[in-house]
């Protein structure tokens, strides 16, 4: 049985949590997680996190319809840091594009790699 207690959550009680797509690989977001925020998250089906600006619980696609289904959690050697696979319904990112990485530093310069979703 996996042990919530053997996180270890910063000094505001919070682990980054890196969402991927479990098909491709694709790195979709990061965002932040407490300890309830991961139980709700294991209960499932889609993933829970933390907002700090908001202070309240966020299920990624409640409001969009752009959710998060949980495939697998993982955690890695040091323990404060989840790899969440998800299988995600369209866009990750609140800008509408696929992942929130789409900018990319080439040569000095920002250069935007994706539009936002139609």
Not at 2 to 18: E, Q, T, V
Not at 100 to 112: D, K, L
């Amino acid at each position: 049985m996996f042990d919530l207690a053997s996180l270890r959550f910063d000094g505001n009680g919070l682990i980054p949590a890196i969402a991927q797509d479990h098909a491709t690989g694709e790195v979709l977001m990061m965002a932040w997680m407490n300890i309830d925020a991961v139980r709700k998250t294991l209960e499932g089906p889609f993933v829970t996190y933390w907002s700090r600006s908001r202070q309240s619980f966020w299920v990624k696609g409640e409001t969009s319809g752009h959710t998060q289904r949980l495939v697998e959690m993982r955690v890695d050697c040091d323990r404060d840091c989840l790899l969440l696979r998800v299988d995600q319904a369209g866009p990750a990112c609140h800008t509408n594009r696929r992942t929130c990485f789409y900018t990319a530093i080439r040569q000095g310069a920002e250069v935007v790699l994706m539009a936002p979703e139609a």
